[in-house]
């Protein structure tokens, strides 16, 4: 036991105090008279000697109560493992996910970090030093913001920039990324680490995973939903999810989420928009989300699609009166004979209505055509006779049907368990008439999307991307009433929107290193800045033919929309919707638990027990002076005083 100040034991002489008061027992005695003390002479000497052990009691409580408090005076303490070192060095992390609340605190967890550092400031001046987890030092009192594109915690670099750093305390909210990447530095038994955990349990999460847009071909082509992913980390409770579009409200959603589960959110949006791109923002609001609850993200317009229509012979008009609304298709009917094949990849989607025609070129541009992913639809006519070539195209043993049934068969109902009719139906009445046709052709390979009843095929689907689809039978009124049919607009419908492998939904995160963007007719010496509110920006960039590469400046860059403008004419050209990194949302957290167990065998790593200042400031002040004694010290004094108040009323 160490003493800070022993001047204090010259007090030990008011013993002396006590001593004396019982040695002379200042008290004035009285005289009492009997007239025989016979009886009494026991009784006198019993009461002697309870007399004498009571005050040599209270003697004893006496001493003990001015020598514990002569020793609470000399504050005396404990040499620990702490003194080996001070805190010199505070790293205060503000990284987005410290906007989360910690359990039982008003503020979010950086406010509070940043509280405990103010308050340390104005007892420990001089003495410490803050930089967060970047390395960037700070003052106390300043404003904290979170870093919005920083996610990474480098101890390294924090490590080799301070090297007169012996024990170092961190205020992190502790996701697991804090620690499990830079293990290596916690490790190093030369330099010290104090952690301050701010919850006690495992918190709970939700997290927006990914967002596509799909064509609702049941709707009509010019309807899509956007697809929205969201995922739980732990158990939540209902989530509300919002979508807006440029501000206005499009559509709200409520879900319940398993434990670590996911689910897919539909909300329908217009296929086609008189503006470029739109901008949508997702907010989610529930128990657990205290912060990352926004996202944002464009939705491109797409382009009509383009669709060809070749044939040696006049074109099926049940066929094209599909693909003729301008709304949707760019549609072009050429000959099979006439055509320039050079054109075709600028088409989405090739109709090939095949007789007994097929030169070789057309052929071989067909089939590299297809084999580029490009959507390839095959629909014979009468007099087809074009196997080989459909067999080049996946499927195998196609052949006519030799002894056919002039009598129309009936197609079997869908299979609403097949990717190919989700959004189409949902489910299937067994009573649902089914179109007729009568048999044509069969193959023995590749998927099967509508069957006749005795399991030959009428629709089939192949290619190495699943993109060449076959009918069995000519679409015309003599083989079968299949265009007469409902089904028959939204089944077309999917096959040309299937084949649109444009990325309608655009979102960057703000650690994204390079963000490319597809601008058309972009010059070499164009240079283009970002505009957010009053903020301005020029990036650095890179222009190579229609693609912009931005290197986002990290210091500056905030979430939200960024207008891209060109410098040179002040026009408009995208927008940029950036979002807070992903790692920040999808990792969870040490408890202090967890961090005991992992660090229970590191002697120079310290876990403080409770989530305030008072924690921190007994653990500096225990780093200076050892662990203090002096308050135990002034406990046992009072408690010796009570035992002398209870010596002087009970003791007989």
Do not use: C
């Amino acid at each position: 036991m160490n003493i800070t100040n022993p001047n204090a034991f010259w007090l030990l002489f008011f013993i002396l105090i006590p001593i004396l008061i019982h040695l002379f027992q200042f008290r004035r005695y009285k005289s009492l008279k009997f007239s025989n003390l016979y009886f009494l002479s026991a009784v006198n000497e019993e009461e002697k000697r309870s007399r004498k052990l009571k005050h040599l009691l209270i003697l004893l409580s006496r001493i003990l109560l001015i020598t514990f408090l002569v020793l609470s005076i000399a504050k005396p303490f404990w040499e620990s493992d702490a003194m080996q070192s001070e805190v010199n060095l505070i790293v205060l992390d503000k990284t987005p996910s410290n906007l989360s609340f910690a359990e039982g605190k008003a503020n979010p967890i950086i406010e509070e970090n940043m509280g405990f550092i103010n308050q340390l400031y104005e007892k420990y001046p001089q003495e410490l030093k803050v930089v967060d987890q970047s390395n960037q030092a700070f003052e106390p009192y300043s404003d904290v913001n979170v870093e919005e594109s920083k996610s990474n915690f480098n101890l390294s670099k924090i490590l080799e920039e301070n090297e007169e750093a012996e024990k170092i305390l961190i205020l992190s909210d502790f996701q697991k990324p804090v620690i499990d990447e830079n293990l290596e530095s916690f490790q190093d038994s030369t330099i010290a680490y104090v952690f301050m955990p701010p919850y006690l349990e495992s918190t709970n999460n939700v997290m927006l995973d990914s967002i596509w847009v799909a064509q609702n071909s049941s709707k009509g082509g010019g309807n899509a939903d956007l697809k929205i992913k969201i995922s739980s980390i732990g158990k939540t409770n209902e989530i509300d999810i919002a979508l807006h579009n440029n501000g206005q409200l499009v559509g709200t959603q409520q879900v319940e989420l398993e434990t670590n589960s996911n689910a897919v959110l539909d909300f329908p949006i217009e296929r086609f928009s008189n503006n470029s791109s739109r901008n949508f923002e997702i907010s989610l609001e529930g128990d657990e989300i205290e912060f990352d609850n926004e996202f944002h993200f464009t939705v491109l317009n797409q382009d009509k699609l383009k669709v060809l229509s070749l044939s040696t012979k006049e074109n099926n008009k049940l066929v094209n009166t599909v693909f003729e609304n301008e709304e949707l298709f760019d549609f072009q009917s050429e000959s099979l004979n006439n055509f320039s094949f050079q054109d075709l990849d600028e088409f989405d989607l090739v109709l090939l209505h095949l007789g007994d025609q097929l030169n070789s070129f057309a052929s071989s541009a067909l089939k590299t055509y297809a084999s580029s992913g490009n959507s390839l639809v095959v629909i014979p006519e009468s007099n087809f006779n074009q196997f080989a070539f459909l067999q080049d195209l996946g499927f195998s043993e196609a052949s006519l049907i030799n002894q056919r049934n002039e009598n129309s068969i009936s197609l079997k109902t869908p299979d609403v368990q097949n990717p190919f009719f989700s959004n189409i139906f949902s489910s299937v009445d067994e009573k649902l008439t089914m179109p007729e046709s009568k048999l044509f052709m069969k193959w023995e390979s590749g998927q099967n999307i509508l069957s006749f009843i005795n399991s030959y095929p009428f629709l089939g689907l192949s290619g190495r991307e699943d993109n060449v689809y076959a009918f069995s039978s000519p679409l015309n009124e003599e083989f079968t009433n299949f265009p007469q049919h409902g089904i028959f607009l939204p089944v077309l419908y999917k096959i040309a929107f299937s084949g649109k492998k444009e990325n309608q939904v655009q979102y960057y995160y703000l650690d994204d290193e390079i963000i490319e963007i597809n601008i058309p007719d972009l010059a070499s010496g164009d240079i283009f800045k970002l505009k957010q509110a009053d903020q301005e920006l020029v990036p650095d960039q890179r222009i190579s033919g229609n693609q912009l590469r931005l290197i986002l400046p990290q210091e500056d860059i905030k979430s939200g929309f960024y207008d891209i403008i060109n410098s040179k004419t002040g026009n408009f050209v995208a927008k940029l919707a950036l979002n807070y990194p992903k790692s920040e949302s999808e990792s969870s957290y040490y408890t202090r638990s967890e961090l005991q167990e992992l660090f229970q065998n590191q002697k120079n790593v310290a876990i403080l027990d409770g989530y305030d200042f008072s924690s921190i400031d007994d653990y500096i002040g225990e780093t200076k002076k050892g662990f203090p004694l002096w308050k135990y010290f002034l406990v046992l004094a009072l408690l010796s005083l009570l035992a002398e108040v209870l010596i002087i009323r009970f003791f007989k």
